[in-house]
């Protein structure tokens, strides 16, 4: 199970910590679900789940105005008991230094942001996801051409880096080389990114590493980048029957996840920049409703017909 450190939240979100006593670095959350304890508040707790953010916004803070002290003091405590990951006020509501002692006595930290409720929820929701996705590495090379993630696949030293490397000549950008750390965000989205070791630097056989942020400046590299496409490089095999017109699409599975995949045979002389970028552009026609291809097949098919007919005539 993934799990992200209070301490990183704090500081993502820009939290007020009312509970400075409290040592977070050993906190850690390990779902992205939050919590309005709007029903615990009322004393309900059926199905109670401990291990969430709770959230405290304007109508709960209300309620428990309207209930009295004695009552949200209580409810507090009791949630408080089940030892939940953390307490966040939105809209700058005012901690009473009552439920900031019981934050310090059962070690419940509690903290303070001026965002509203909706919007932060929406917000950490967003990022919990992200950082929490399930995750694998693979070997590969991760470009963004033309807004499209291009994850380069292909075997040890069949030229991946050296086209990143001319992608990169070209004003793309560069995300990782060598290793690609993939999540798992969506059904439908795949987010690759670079172990932190690693990023910015490209692998060059014969050259060594270089720094890719160093040598292009700022605008060459990129940090996430989500995976639309897979291009995988192959050694050229004349034996092989290679896909000329593109009507079946191929995929590969990551996560769960299907990715559009072009496998491309290396030949001396090829551009493999090139048919990266035709292969981003391409790809973003489809999306876009035209497939050349299919407009290629309709071409040949009504010509056919229309010879048929006039050869009946």
Known sequence: MYSVGLEKIVEKMKLENCTPEIDISGHKITQSEINR????????????????????GNVEHTYMQKMGKDH?????KKLMGFGVPCIVFCRNIEVSEDIRQLG???GVPIFRTAKTTSSFMAEIIRWLNVELAPRISIHGVLVDVYGEGILITGESGIGKSEAALELLKRGHRLVTDDVVEIKKVSDDTLIGTAPDVTRH???????????????????????TQSIDLVI?????????????????????????????????PI???????I????????????KMGYNAAQELYNRVTN?????SDEEAQ
């Not at 630097?201 to 990129?222: A, C, D, M, Q, Y």
């Not at 048919?275 to 489809?286: G, H, P, S």
Request: hydrophobic content about 40%.
């Open 37 to 56: 304890p709007a029903l615990q508040l009322t004393g309900f707790f059926d199905y109670f789940n401990a291990n969430l953010i709770q959230i405290i």
């Open 72 to 76: 949200g003091i209580s409810m507090m």
């Open 104 to 106: 310090v006595e059962t």
């Open 201 to 223: 630097f490209i692998e060059l056989r014969g050259i060594g590493i270089v720094n890719v942020k160093t040598l292009f400046g700022v605008e060459s590299v990129k940090d």
């Open 232 to 264: 995988n490089l192959e050694e050229w095999n004349k034996e092989k029957e290679y896909d000329r017109l593109g009507l079946e699409e191929q995929y590969m599975e990551f996560l769960g996840n299907k990715v559009v995949c072009h496998n491309i």
């Open 267 to 273: 030949r001396p002389g090829r551009n493999l920049a």
């Open 275 to 286: 048919i990266c970028e035709t292969a981003a552009v391409n790809y973003r026609q489809k």
């Open 303 to 307: 010509n056919l017909m229309k010879k």
